[in-house]
Structures are given as C-alpha cells and as structure tokens.
C-alpha cells in the first residue's frame, strides 16, 4: 500500500529544518526506526513543503550531504531513497538566520500550512507531519495565530478538534488544553467531556485499527473526589457524561484517581487515557517518551501528527537537534493514514 505523506519545516530560524534534513541522512534506519508502526517504508512517498535554498543552506552549515530535488505539489510523489530529500518549493520573504525570528518568513510558515492542509483534504497526500513554528512571531507580524491545532481545525472546518500525545506504549488525549488551572473546572461540562470522548474513541477505531477500544479516564480532582469530599466534579460532571456514552456503546472506565491511574498494572491494557487537564496527563507521557513522542490532532478529515517540541532557537545550525519526535510523529501520521485507507 503506497502512502503519500508531506512535512512541513517549520519555523526557518529553528530546528525543523535542521530535523528534516538529519531524517533524509539517517533514512537507511528507517527500517528500524519505523518497524513499530507496521508501514512498509519501501514505499513511503515524502516530501518537505519548504524553501530549497533554506534547506540547502542548512545543509551546508550541519555539513550533511542531502540531494535536493524539487517536486510539483500536483504531481505525484517519489518514494524515499536515503540521503534525498523532494522539496515542494515556497519562497520565503528574506533569509534566514538561525536562531534570529523574522516578521517578515511569517507568511511564508503559514503558507507551508496551507498548502499542506489544502494537499491533504485533496487527497493528493495522505497525511502531513508539522515541524514547529513560533507563535509569538507570527502574531507579531500581524497574524492572529494560537497554533497548528487550532489553524488546521479552522482551515479544514472541524467542529471539535482533540490533542493527543502520544509515545511507546502510552497515549494521553486531553479534555481541555491551554488554560489557566483555575479556568480548568468551568471548561469541563457534561457535552464536553461526551464530545471530546467520542472523538477519541472513533478515532483509536478509525486511525488506530482498534475495534474496541479501553479508554481509562481521570477524575478531575485527588483521588476522583474522594466521593464528593474533594470536589464535585466527577459525580456531578464526568460520571454522568461517561454513562450517557455509554448508551452509545461507547464504554470508558472511570473516572479514575489520576495518580494510579497511569501505574503501569492499569496502563498495559488500555489503548488511550483522557485526562482533564494538561498538566494532569502530559508530564508522565512526556516523562515516559520526551523525544519519542508525537503531538496528534484528532477529529479532523485529515491526517495530522507534529513533533513534541518547540523550535530550539539556540539549537538551530548546531548539529545538536535531535529528530527522534520526528522519527515518532512520522510512524504515526504514516499508521494513521495506513488504517484510514484500510479501515475506510
């Protein structure tokens, strides 16, 4: 089964481009890499949405020796050969300086999104891998911005988007994301909780190839509220939500104290956990995987994974970025996109 997937570089002054060029050297492990995921990388066909003369100069500077061949974005795709690297070419605005943010290559980030979103709900491609930008610079140029997630569910006109991190053997997908901690409990509401359950329950169906998956689900409060004694949220809130889904067939446990939860006795059978907040389920995946993990977007009709980490400026141009979570968020969108096609 041929896929066709593209990544995006990022941020020009961070290390996306530093991870995307180390992934084209060190394709001979691929096999290895990416055994895991089930794809048959003979007949992986990739390409980086990006600037050729960014990524030849980066190139130059890591002293890595990659072949460059430019690609038409309506054409199809070559299969990955080690040391090549198709670049689907957008023009950035000035050039770069690793480490130094541009207001004016803001545009040109976002054109790389765009143009991979759009190839994907085309189906030109099956899936796109995201390296990391920087937000801050991007509103700085004008641009109102929040994140990948939230300009990827816009342009592809998802009502509900999930995150979800994921790394070996441990998923976590989230209730809420990026809000303050005492604006978390007013944001978990019954419809919430059923919303963002559902989608994490058909997608582990429909991206994972699993028919029937165990869900674990935290409480929002120490020790699930203890009965109601530390909090009423989980009596009032996710208990109703979790029977309520279960009317639909869709069968979660919990909500379970979220410091036994993630022992490892609960976690060996259980294909994904939900937990309230971030901060309540990303340390431990990240404890568990920082490096070998993949940032996820769930509920929308693309395939869409991103790496762990941000754009280590003071990285960019030294050698010293380490593309683990890319090898990660590649074996992901690639397993994704393999289940939809197989799954339908």
Partial sequence: MSLSLVITAGEPA????????????????????????????????????????????????LALEVSLVIVDADGELPVMQAGQLAVIPVAMAEQEQPGLLSEANAAYVLETLKLACDGCLDQRWQGMVT???????????????SGHTEFLQERTGSEQVVMMLA????????????LPLR??????????????????????????????????VCGLNPHAGEDG???????????????????????????????????QHHLQDADAALAMYHDQGLPVLKHAGFGKAAN????????????????????????????????????YGALMAQARQTVG
Avoid at 37 to 53: E, F, K, M, T, Y
Avoid at 131 to 145: E, L, S, T
Avoid at 167 to 178: I, M, S
């Fill in 229 to 263: 004694h530390l909090g009423r949220e989980e009596i009032d809130i996710i208990i109703p939500a979790l029977q309520e889904l279960a009317y639909e067939r869709i069968e979660l446990t919990g909500p379970l104290p979220a410091d036994t939860l993630f022992a």
């Fill in 296 to 331: 996820i977007t769930l509920g929308m009709p693309i395939v869409r994974t991103s790496v762990d980490h941000g754009t280590a400026l003071d990285l960019a141009g030294t050698g010293q970025a380490n593309e683990g979570s890319l090898w990660t968020a590649l074996g």
């Fill in 14 to 61: 961070g290390i996306g481009p530093d991870v995307v060029l180390k992934l084209a050297v060190d394709w001979p492990m691929a096999k290895e890499k990416l055994a895991w995921s089930g794809v048959d990388v003979d007949q992986l066909r990739l390409a980086v949405i990006a600037d050729p003369d960014l990524l030849a100069r980066r190139a130059r500077q």
């Fill in 131 to 145: 390296a990391p930008v920087h937000k801050g610079i991007i509103n700085d140029a004008g641009v109102a911005f």
């Fill in 183 to 216: 604006e978390v409990a007013d944001a978990i509401t019954v419809e919430r909780v059923k919303q963002i359950s559902r989608i994490l329950y058909r997608s582990l169906q429909q991206d994972f190839a699993v028919a029937q998956p165990k869900v674990l």
């Fill in 167 to 178: 790394t070996e053997g441990l998923r976590v997908a989230l209730v809420t994301t990026h």
